[in-house]
């Protein structure tokens, strides 16, 4: 029988940096980043690389404090870190981010307070943080959501006659939900300013890729009439080259684009998952010498970027962002129990207040060793 669907995951993707750390021509790419030439260039790369480590720092701090009971759960981002830096610092300030739980190394560089992002995963809050104060939402848990609340602002910065963009990120395993396919419809309707990137890290918890889709995911864009570039998602140059022209395209009325950054998940789903029981240890060991890091160091130490200097410079802000993180968590303060009724709605609501004064005299029956009040014990008896 021939082969009538000839393409497949793993192939045709766009790349700037080899494993290797050596520059490849990319004439779809190179354009968008001849910023990078010179010596404010090695600034941009040496800034690039600095992100990278500390994002695996965070992600490294925030696990360990998960097992050891400070959190209650993690979604670690090991091995898509230049997936998040490149694309996160391609963004301006007014773009808006709509994100799944696991792009912390976005909410990083749009300013987040680093304790912030750590308090739902303790259970102390509801929310992360104030999306208006970095202009990103916070994290959304059902798969793929974000798309059409993503698209729902895009349209809103058009009719607003504005040039910024609202950029919705996912996961491989949310391009089989109908709310990404319904919000791509919206976007393409209205060509609304919205990017579609989605990283592709392989496995959507235990179900791989090559399951879920027998075409690139990227291409699946195009059936919705939007335009799409796969790019290596491991370079982080090709990545932020990518994302610019994405954003350039959204800010002259283009309509969206969709971004497929094909990465690889390093670690557990979550930290309540074993990876072992689906995945190859050899498909680990293949991408791991690929490792987005290991890659970029590479090619700075042969430009001459990378030296004793900066390497230092890098690791003592690495451990002093893991200070941060640790301590912020450590210290946290325990939420009270009518904090369940806090931001809620944006204003008063007597509803919501009904409840809460019922809640309250609830809570009014016990003392605080939680026996019902007036029926303290006397001599350990009622």
């Given at each position: 029988m ?8 793993g192939?045709e993707?766009?790349?700037v940096l ?9 004439p779809?790419?190179?354009?968008w ?12 790369l ?5 992100d990278?480590?500390?994002?695996r720092?965070?992600?490294?701090e925030?696990?360990?404090l998960?097992?050891q ?19 996160g610092?391609a963004?301006?300030q007014d ?6 739980y696991?792009?912390n190394?976005?909410?990083y560089c749009?300013?987040?307070?680093l304790?912030?992002i ?9 929310s992360g ?12 848990i059902?798969?793929?959501a974000q ?6 602002y ?10 910024a ?5 996912f996961g491989d395993?949310?391009?089989?939900e ?6 791509m419809?919206f976007?393409?309707?209205?060509q609304?300013?919205?990017i579609f990137f ?8 235990s179900?791989?890729v ?5 075409i ?7 059936g ?20 610019r022209?994405?954003?350039d395209?959204a ?9 497929e950054?094909?990465?690889y998940?390093m ?8 990876p ?5 240890a050899n498909?680990?060991e ?9 890659r970029?160091?590479?090619?700075l130490?042969a430009?001459?970027v990378?030296?004793?200097?900066l ?5 003592g ?6 200070a941060v993180v640790r ?14 009724f ?18 309250r ?6 003392d605080?060793?939680?026996a019902?009040a ?9």
């Amino acid at each position: 029988m021939p082969d009538l669907n000839p393409h497949h995951p793993g192939e045709e993707m766009l790349q700037v940096l080899a494993p290797s750390g050596e520059r490849l021509p990319e004439p779809q790419l190179d354009p968008w980043l001849q910023d990078l030439d010179g010596d404010d260039g090695a600034a941009v790369l040496a800034g690039l690389y600095e992100d990278m480590v500390v994002i695996r720092r965070i992600d490294a701090e925030a696990t360990a404090l998960q097992r050891q009971g400070e959190l209650a759960l993690w979604p670690p981002l090991l091995g898509q870190e230049a997936a998040q830096i490149g694309s996160g610092r391609a963004l301006r300030q007014d773009d808006f981010v709509f994100s799944s739980y696991r792009e912390n190394g976005v909410a990083y560089c749009r300013g987040v307070d680093l304790s912030q992002i750590l308090r739902v995963w303790r259970g102390n809050a509801s929310s992360g943080w104030d999306p208006f104060a970095i202009n990103m939402a916070t994290p959304q848990i059902i798969i793929g959501a974000q798309t059409l609340h993503a698209v729902g602002y895009a349209m809103g910065i058009q009719f607003d006659g504005a040039d910024a963009a609202a950029v919705a990120y996912f996961g491989d395993g949310a391009t089989s939900e109908g709310d990404v396919n319904e919000a791509m419809v919206f976007a393409a309707s209205y060509q609304a300013p919205a990017i579609f990137f989605c990283q592709n890290n392989h496995w959507a918890i235990s179900e791989p890729v090559s399951l879920q889709s027998h075409i690139t995911l990227a291409e699946r864009a195009g059936g919705f009439g939007i335009p799409h570039l796969r790019v290596d998602g491991n370079d982080v140059l090709a990545v932020l080259a990518a994302t610019r022209i994405a954003l350039d395209r959204a800010r002259q009325g283009g309509g969206p684009s969709f971004i497929e950054a094909v990465t690889y998940r390093m670690g557990p789903h979550t930290t309540a998952d074993d990876p072992t029981r689906y995945r190859d240890a050899n498909e680990l060991e293949d991408w791991a010498a690929k490792d987005p890091i290991a890659r970029l160091e590479r090619h700075l130490e042969a430009s001459g970027v990378l030296d004793d200097a900066l390497r230092q410079r890098v690791a003592g802000a690495a451990d002093e962002v893991a200070a941060v993180v640790r301590a912020g968590v450590i210290s946290m303060p325990e939420p009270e129990a009518l904090d369940v009724f806090r931001h809620v709605y944006a204003e008063p609501n007597p509803w919501l207040e009904r409840q809460e004064e019922h809640y309250r005299r609830y809570l009014d029956q016990f003392d605080h060793s939680g026996a019902t009040a007036g029926t303290a014990t006397e001599g350990g008896q009622r």
